[in-house]
């Protein structure tokens, strides 16, 4: 392949911030085979955990590591660098500066969600101010799908098709031993992946029965009436509900049961039990109904080797290639963003964004993918989420031809 | 096909109890294509919701369903028919025979654990007091891997599996982000399927780093120490935890957090996080370490779709098989007893066992496959386990060269 010289020749570093997902070493790796095209690029560093990296010098030659090496971590969930939840202060970024120019680091690159975009932005408005040349990008990274400017993001997919696959089977599960069953899915202010639940609806009656989402506030008073009603209705229930779930005020529900923050700021919600069975507990307290259960998904929700999205894979591989093709380009920093092709045909297509409109804020469920009564999802979200979830299990079921009593 | 003919001839009827599992419907279709094969089987019938559907006559024609639904239901976990837990009073068992010579049944196929052994065997005594001409066998089932008499039963292979596999995608999510992280397994008695959490180690230090089960006493003193001593030794820790691990006097510690228990006398268990998030309280007050999670895996273990052990599906389906071919051939009652042959090379035979000697009382894991420190498993057990849950992920990892600092 050709190679074509850019403006500034030095090494590249690489790090994974935030939550692992299943293919955001995908993302990694694609960076890297792309960067080993480019001879404006010398060295490869992978920093390990992130910015804790950089500013320890906690650094490793990808370079050096084999293709077959490379392939194989490409294809193993969680981040193959180690990952961080780390806000830099000021203090941090101009120690990352030094580390940088020490290392001649000239193509920098973040992978992870809208925390680690901001990360990103904050290196990058320091390395302008100190004037010092590098070529600084966010590639995107998030089950939960919250990132702005982007159609979905990379590691969505897969997490969504854990989650429909799991509902899928709990389904049955509870249509063999029926009664209430409460799934707790991620998501702490974006409901995509509660509201991907509903593509495992695939016979009349299916569960979910309930999707409640970060997005709509959840009333402790109509949750027990609305379980009741699906009860009557199908002689059990099932319920999908995002960690994110808050009241009218905003206050996440949650929030009663845990108390430990992160350092950018956000309540622990994942690796507890605790809302799920306070739901369980409301359920039986206001209601007649005895089988009451709840599951919380956790980790494996964006850890679990071997349910991963085709399309997914793919596309994280190919967004990582991306940002090294535009940082040896014509562009000196941004995010790279997916975007979805009108029409039909599934398609997508990258394009190049500014850092500061992915970091920070986040992106929510749209209101035409929520249904009216606020505890579903419309048709135009199946209709978005099908093609990039991809293909899932067959279900089998009996016609029951019922025998004369 | 060869067709015989049997002592008498009659209806047949199968159900299932008990918890679902993955591949309990491969059982139930070897069942029935089996019965297919049989003049002296007339009808095929099913029981929806296991004693509960032949107590409510809810039973469906499963000889016209067709081999394309059998063979998709088979591949569908959770159980096709429905499922129940109820064990059966006198006046119960005298209401199902009624039932049972209404419709002309003369072969009767229970598939479930003990506690279904149980009913199934109360049944058959029953029949045989009343003097009831019925071939009357229970097929095994069972995610917790108890059943006496059997080297292992179908269900636990692809529950096993799942656990492996969320453990190997979680020990590197802990890897990543480092911390302590509980995961709480099913198995009420029986450690099993905790003990199927070592399959996820392929590489030095990976965890689970602690495992506890149900067969020795918990040491709530002990637990924040060796987990402590786990995160001095490997930066982090990863653990395994039954549902079902009890104190020295035999209480379940779970108990102190649940009321719920069935009509066969059972604590609730699943369906909660308590216990899981009861430990990660324990560790932040005795310990230093500040992150700590728990996640409880919970009915996913034994339903979801597409994580399936190929000789736990051929198993089960041949276990439905074998018993119809027992019932047609020369014996009249018994359970379905999964052997293995002695030699390097995996294999397994079938032999049938009175019923009584699977029904009630449990199996639990051997001294030899419990390490001698109680918070392991041995290499006895990895090599009892590997053959049957089969081929797991391939996960890769960086060589990781140092860069000179």
């Known amino acids: 392949m050709a190679k074509k010289i850019a403006k500034v020749v030095g090494n590249m570093l690489i790090a994974q911030s935030g939550g692992p997902t299943v293919v955001i070493n995908q993302s990694l790796v694609g960076a890297v ?11 490869i560093y992978g920093a390990l955990h992130g910015i804790k990296g950089i500013l320890n010098e906690d650094l490793i030659d990808l370079g050096r590591e084999s293709v077959a090496t490379l392939k ?3 294809q193993t969930p969680s981040s193959g660098l180690g990952s961080v939840r780390k806000k830099p202060t000021p203090e941090d970024c101009a120690k990352i500066f030094e580390k940088l120019k020490k290392h001649n680091v000239r193509y920098f690159f973040y992978i992870g969600g809208n925390d680690s975009a901001e990360t990103a932005h904050i290196i990058n408005e320091e390395a302008k101010q100190a004037g010092y040349e590098m070529h600084c990008f966010h590639i995107p990274k998030t089950v939960d799908n919250d990132l702005r400017e982007n159609d979905h993001t990379p590691g969505f997919a897969s997490s969504a098709k854990f989650v429909a696959q799991a509902f899928m089977g709990d389904d049955l599960d509870n249509a063999a031993l029926p009664g209430v069953k409460i799934n707790v899915i991620m998501g702490r202010h974006a409901g995509f992946l509660t509201a991907a639940s509903a593509l495992a609806r695939t016979y009349p009656g299916a569960g979910p029965h309930l999707i409640y989402l970060p997005e709509r506030p959840f009333d402790l008073e109509k949750f027990p009436e609305q379980v009741k009603a699906a009860v009557d209705k199908f002689g059990r229930c099932v319920v999908a509900v995002s960690e994110g779930i808050s009241d009218s005020s905003g206050l996440a529900i949650a929030a009663a049961f845990t108390k430990e923050v992160d350092s950018h700021g956000n309540v622990q919600l994942s690796g ?12 039986k307290q206001k209601t007649d109904i005895t089988r009451v259960r709840a599951d919380t998904f956790g980790y494996l929700q964006r850890s679990f080797p071997g349910v991963v999205s ?3 894979a793919k596309e994280a591989f190919a967004a990582g290639r991306e940002a090294v093709k535009c940082a040896t380009g014509a562009d000196v920093d941004g995010s790279i963003a997916i975007r979805r092709k009108p029409g039909k045909q599934y398609q997508i297509y990258f394009e190049r964004v500014e850092l500061r409109s992915v970091a920070k804020e986040t992106r929510h469920m749209p209101d035409a993918f929520i249904a009216p009564n606020g505890c579903d999802v419309t048709k ?8 990039i979830v991809g293909k899932l299990p067959q279900i089998g079921r009996f016609k029951r031809i019922p025998v004369k009593k």
Do not use: M, T
């Open 33 to 43: 085979l792309e960067a080993k095209k480019h001879q404006e690029i010398q060295k």
């Open 272 to 283: 507890s039990g605790a809302l799920g069975d306070a739901l369980v507990g409301l359920i």
């Open 310 to 312: 085709e399309n997914d």
């Open 72 to 74: 194989a971590v490409a």
């Open 380 to 387: 135009a979200f199946l209709d978005y989420a099908r093609p």
